[in-house]
């Protein structure tokens, strides 16, 4: 795997690398395939489209925006759910959203992207060693990787579950 490659893997994106304007649908879109496309695949596979973010809105997923404008917050909640759709169902990231929603004040939020960002950081880290030595992955390699990713979904899944059982009255 080159450089390139690895770098599109392991891409993230910083709080401040998010204008601090509000943003109108079409200039969200671009700059959410400007800061992740690569990790997309491209122009096959977009990040998030038009369609997508306002399924998320109306689903509650993703707050409203305000006079058709998305704040750096939205756009936030946008790139954690990009994050989180590859590994939980729909109703899964809905939940996880309610959760942090209830746990911090919408001015919060800056701080839980910031820990989702360094969590994203550090696995990157330590995963960048293994997939520079792995020019060719074996088979025993890409079964590990698959399977450390099911039990991992589970363990959030789980861990979903039992944190809304805590908070259900």
């Known amino acids: 795997m080159d450089n390139m490659e690895q770098k599109a893997l392991m891409k993230s994106v910083g709080k401040n690398e998010l204008p ?5 649908m079409d200039q969200v879109t671009g700059l959410l395939r400007d800061k992740l496309g690569d990790m997309a695949g491209g ?19 993703v707050d409203k925006p305000l006079k058709k404008r ?10 954690l759910i990009y994050s989180l759709k590859s590994v939980l169902p729909l109703q899964q990231i809905k939940e996880f959203m309610t959760l942090l929603r209830d746990e911090c004040e919408p001015e919060d939020f800056e701080k839980v992207y910031e ?27 890409i079964l590990g990787w ?20 805590k908070i259900a009255p």
């Not at 998305?70 to 790139?79: A, P």
């Not at 820990?115 to 390699?141: A, G």
């Open 43 to 61: 122009e096959k596979n977009p990040v998030l489209t038009k369609t997508m973010i306002n399924n998320y809105v109306k689903s509650g997923v």
């Open 70 to 79: 998305y704040s750096k917050n939205q756009m936030m909640q946008m790139i």
């Open 146 to 165: 698959a399977v450390r990713a099911d039990l991992y979904k589970r363990m959030t899944l789980y861990a979903l579950e039992e944190r809304q059982k």
């Open 115 to 141: 820990l989702f960002f360094q969590v994203q950081q550090q696995v990157s880290d330590e995963r960048r060693v293994e997939l520079m030595e792995s020019t060719e992955p074996s088979l025993e390699e």
């Open 20 to 24: 601090d304007i509000d943003l109108y």
